[in-house]
């Protein structure tokens, strides 16, 4: 069973426009979550994180991120895409428990930026 | 300062062989992790160090995988008898303290070609 879902794999936005990238999982321990971003050929960095506190999120380069637990949801959020925003981007989420080995990964989604 | 570094970036091998991969943590960093990200997967655990206690190997996929870590610092995965299906990415990646207290820092990665 999937744990966590990234739902779109593939996410094109104009210059500009809105970037939403979904993340829904699936937990009966109130979680840990975590939003990444792969660019071409580095390391996974870390965008920001959830661990109790404020439910909005507010990471790196204007990325922000809600957690709604009556929704099981923690979407990723920019209200003006840039061009330099094109990566993959994997939302992270603790599940069963908050041991390294609880860390479960989405499949990712790549955000395309038409310019 | 350095990030963290594997190498090599890209290893092709024959399906049988064995193979060693190194990850070289960012230097202090108690805590180390093993991942691994196949094509259209999302990363999954292999491994995590954390100073001196016994490693959590529950992530290894089979008993072909094993990995050391020597002094606490470098680590080395090592796949024997290697098969196609493990070809993936294995992504190493280093925290100051345990992954629940720190930001997870990402190598950029070493590609795994089985043929």
């Known amino acids: 069973a999937q744990s966590v879902t990234q739902l779109g794999s593939h996410v094109s936005v104009s210059e500009g426009a809105l970037v939403l990238l979904r993340c829904n999982y699936s937990s009966s321990v109130p979680p840990y979550l975590f939003w990444y971003v792969q660019y071409p050929n580095q390391g996974l960095q870390l965008l920001l994180k959830?661990?109790?506190?404020?439910?909005l999120v507010k990471g790196i380069n204007g990325f922000e991120a809600e957690f709604k637990k009556s929704e099981t949801s923690f979407h990723l959020t920019k209200p003006s895409a840039h061009m330099s925003d094109a990566a993959e981007y994997f939302c992270?989420?603790?599940?069963?428990?908050?041991?390294?080995?609880?860390?479960?990964f989405g499949t990712g989604t790549r955000l395309t930026v038409i310019p | 300062g350095a990030g963290v570094s594997q190498s090599p970036s890209n290893k092709v091998t024959e399906k049988g062989k064995d193979v060693e991969l190194r990850c070289d943590p960012i230097s202090g960093h108690t805590a180390l992790y093993w991942y691994r990200q196949s094509l259209g997967q999302g990363l999954e655990f292999l491994i995590y160090?954390?100073?001196?206690?016994?490693?959590?190997k529950s992530g290894l996929p089979s008993d072909r995988f094993s990995a050391e870590r020597t002094g606490g610092s470098v680590s080395t995965l090592t796949i024997q008898r290697t098969q196609q299906e493990d070809s993936a990415v294995y992504l190493c990646?280093?925290?100051?303290?345990?992954?629940?207290?720190?930001?997870?820092?990402f190598g950029a990665g070493t590609r795994l070609s089985v043929l």
């Open positions: 160090f954390q100073g001196n206690s016994a490693p959590d």
């Open positions: 992270a989420v603790t599940i069963g428990g908050t041991g390294a080995n609880n860390l479960f």
């Open positions: 990646a280093s925290s100051l303290a345990g992954w629940e207290m720190d930001i997870q820092y």
């Open positions: 959830y661990t109790s506190a404020a439910t």
